[in-house]
């Protein structure tokens, strides 16, 4: 049941639930209709039968009274009197109403003697002496009015007579004394008659009532739902590629207000998707030989083609650069080379000289380190365009690492205090020129280190997953913002003082055909991350590469 109702329409669920409440307000409503009108009808009849017995009480002669108690003979003009008093007000209420007067003597138990009594039916089934075997209610109620000398009501009580509740009401003589006891019953079965009565009429009311919000309200819901039906019927055609629907903007409620931005979308989207079917045309994609799209599936799939058309023409232009880079590089480095040798030459032979001052000694060091300087440049400009002709072969990543953090231990303590924290938790075996590999790391982990520069520490991380084997470098260096992230790697950009920017750049192209991914991690003031990552090779791999080396 409950899964049904969570799988019914937003309509139904409102539907369902504003009925349930209808309905629960009104049968409250009614239950409580109920009981007020039954206690207000039993408090009038109560009123009326108290209101009679007190009338009785004040109106009827204490003498007559005495007289038909103390007469043995029923037919004495003083009883005539006393029953004529009470049939006077009886026979107008005789319906629910019985009156009669109560003796004060004593009788056996709860019995108790009735000297008049306003119906001659009741008074025949009395039977001679009139005597009355009273409810307990009923007998407690009247000694209390005798003894209280006050007026006093039962709760409803059942006797051979019928259902009952009874109003009494002390008769006093002159000295105030109770000469005897006027009873006023109401016919309690009226009161069943009437909560009949009232139900019948609650339900057919509640009916009708029910019938008649539950049509207001179904038409109410329709009326308020129309425009999240029509808002789903244009998402679905917008689903199948039609931007050209448009919903209708009734009212300015949030309904209204949704029907508006969904039209600004959708004239969006149908500016968005023409620009790019235009520029599918201008790339001159052909059209390809699979089934016509529409739609939705149409503009994704351009889209798609426009991508990776970008994508391929950024790698031709970027292929292109670096060849012509690499070109240009290869000419300058190896004209500039021959000379700079010659020059270095002829300073290494001044500074062999012994007539030379310890300052023209100095001047000649500090040129000779200069020289050596360019040609570490003039090397790796020439790496841009050495032809990739080493053959690759199993790279044990554990050792690598190991060696290399080795090697640069005591450069990092003695360059800036830098202490060196390395994790190795796997050994994974990739493919590639060791030296290539051992080149990108000793980069990477020295531009930590003199990123460094007032102390800190480098932490490399070796781990693995299933295919791939993962190097993490990290710094707690100047670190870069994004506009310097995302110029990392391009020709000839450099953070540092004399950088050149070529030995990143070269790190990118040797990872990038060692079919590995660089991702780079910064925040200024808070350090670098650098994550490579490279596939491993299996133990079958690596065996065949150590076969053909």
């Known amino acids: 049941m409950r899964e049904y109702i969570r799988n019914l329409s937003i309509f139904n669920k409102t539907v369902l639930f504003s009925t349930f409440v209808v309905i629960l307000m009104g049968v409250g409503t009614a239950y409580i209709s109920y009981h007020v009108q039954r206690n207000m009808t039993k408090d009038i009849l109560m009123q009326q039968a108290t209101g009679v017995s007190s009338f009785y009480s004040h109106t009827l002669n204490a003498t007559d009274i005495l007289k038909v108690e103390n007469s043995k003979d029923s037919n004495t003009d003083a009883n005539s009197r006393v029953k004529r008093d009470i049939q006077k007000v009886s026979n107008s209420s005789s319906s629910y109403l019985l009156s009669y007067v109560v003796s004060t003597k004593k009788v056996a138990g709860n019995n108790v003697k009735m000297l008049v009594v306003s119906d001659k039916e009741v008074e025949k089934r009395l039977g001679k002496k009139h005597i009355y075997q009273a409810d307990p209610r009923f007998y407690e109620a009247y000694q209390k009015a005798i003894k209280t000398k006050k007026m006093t009501e039962t709760h409803v009580y059942k006797d051979r007579f019928g259902v009952w509740t009874t109003s009494f009401a002390p008769i006093q003589d002159s000295n105030k004394e109770v000469v005897g006891v006027v009873g006023v019953s109401v016919d309690a079965s009226i009161l069943a008659t009437f909560q009949r009565k009232l139900i019948a009429s609650l339900i057919a009311g509640c009916i009708i009532f029910f019938t008649i919000i539950i049509f207001f309200q179904d038409w109410g819901l329709r009326k308020l739902m129309s425009p999240l039906r029509e808002l789903l019927l244009g998402i679905q055609q917008v689903s199948k590629g039609n931007f050209q629907v448009r919903l209708r903007q009734q009212d300015a409620s949030e309904l209204g207000e949704i029907s508006k931005q969904f039209n600004e979308m959708t004239l969006m989207l149908q500016t968005l998707f023409e620009q790019v079917a235009v520029t599918k045309e201008n790339l001159g994609e052909k059209a390809s030989p699979k089934p016509p799209l529409k739609g939705l599936e149409k503009a994704i799939d351009e889209m798609e083609l426009i991508i990776e058309k970008t994508r391929l023409q950024k790698e031709l232009q970027r292929a292109e650069k670096m060849n012509a880079i ?21 300073l290494q032979l001044f500074y062999a000289k012994d007539n030379l001052s310890d300052t023209e000694k100095g001047y000649i060091q ?26 690759t072969e199993a790279i044990h990543c554990y050792a690598s690492v190991n060696n290399l953090v080795e090697l640069l231990s005591s450069y990092a303590l003695l360059t800036n205090n830098i202490n060196i924290e390395v994790s190795l938790n796997a050994k994974p075996v990739i493919r590639g020129v060791r030296n290539e590999f051992n080149q990108v790391l000793l980069n990477i982990m020295k531009n930590g280190i003199e990123a460094m520069k007032h102390g800190g520490t480098l932490k490399v991380v070796l781990e693995e997953t299933e295919h791939n084997a993962l190097i993490k470098v990290s710094d707690t260096g100047i670190g870069m913002n994004k506009e310097e992230l995302e110029r990392l790697g391009t020709p000839f950009y450099s953070l540092k003082e004399k950088g050149t920017g070529i030995g990143l750049m070269v790190s990118y192209q040797i990872i990038e055909k060692m079919k590995g991914k660089i991702q780079v991690q910064s925040q200024r003031g ?12 299996s133990a079958e791999g690596e065996r065949i590469l150590a076969i053909k080396q």
């Open 326 to 346: 690499g070109q240009l590089a290869a000419s300058v480095a190896h004209e500039i080379r021959n000379p700079m040798t010659v020059v270095k030459g002829f």
């Open 366 to 391: 500090l040129m000779i380190d200069e020289i050596n300087r360019a040609e570490i440049i003039i090397n790796d400009y020439l790496s841009l365009a050495r032809p990739d002709v080493e053959q």
């Open 526 to 537: 808070l350090g670098t991350t650098f994550l490579l990552e490279f596939p491993k090779i």
